[in-house]
Nanobody, 124 residues
Framework: QVQLVENGGGLVQAGGSLRLSCAASGRTFSSYAMGWFRQAPGKEREFVAG????????DYADSVKGRFTISRDNAKNTVYLQMNSLKPEDTADYYCAALSGPEPLYSDYLYDYWGQGTQVTVSS
């Protein structure tokens, strides 16, 4: 079992920044690829960003490229999502997840563990 706890969500004005964190406990954190997903009210969950076990490969949704940065610190068992130039359409519940298999990072239905989410609201 891997437990994931997100932190850092909140209310921010458009153009502002937030840094989300996801702390993992349980099994070895470095064995898992990690992803961030989000779900806005009335919409399906969507992939935001992912990072492989070593941090050497990342992937982003087109909507956040150039604005968001995913990173990880395996020594701290933590993955981060730095969100800059936030837009109202970024408003959603953000979830981190852990993936043990070789699947692409955007394969949300194959992630093994999920956090409970943290809410991000971007006002205009």
């Amino acid at each position: 079992q891997v437990q994931l706890v997100e932190n850092g969500g909140g209310l921010v004005q458009a153009g502002g920044s937030l840094r989300l964190s996801c702390a993992a406990s349980g099994r070895t954190f470095s064995s898992y690829a990690m992803g961030w997903f989000r779900q806005a009210p009335g919409k399906e969950r969507e992939f935001v960003a992912g990072i492989n076990w070593s941090g050497g490969y990342t992937d982003y949704a087109d909507s956040v490229k150039g604005r968001f940065t995913i990173s990880r610190d395996n020594a701290k068992n933590t993955v981060y999502l730095q969100m800059n130039s936030l837009k109202p359409e970024d408003t959603a519940d953000y979830y981190c997840a852990a993936l043990s298999g070789p699947e692409p990072l955007y394969s949300d239905y194959l992630y093994d563990y999920w956090g409970q989410g943290t809410q991000v609201t971007v006002s205009s």
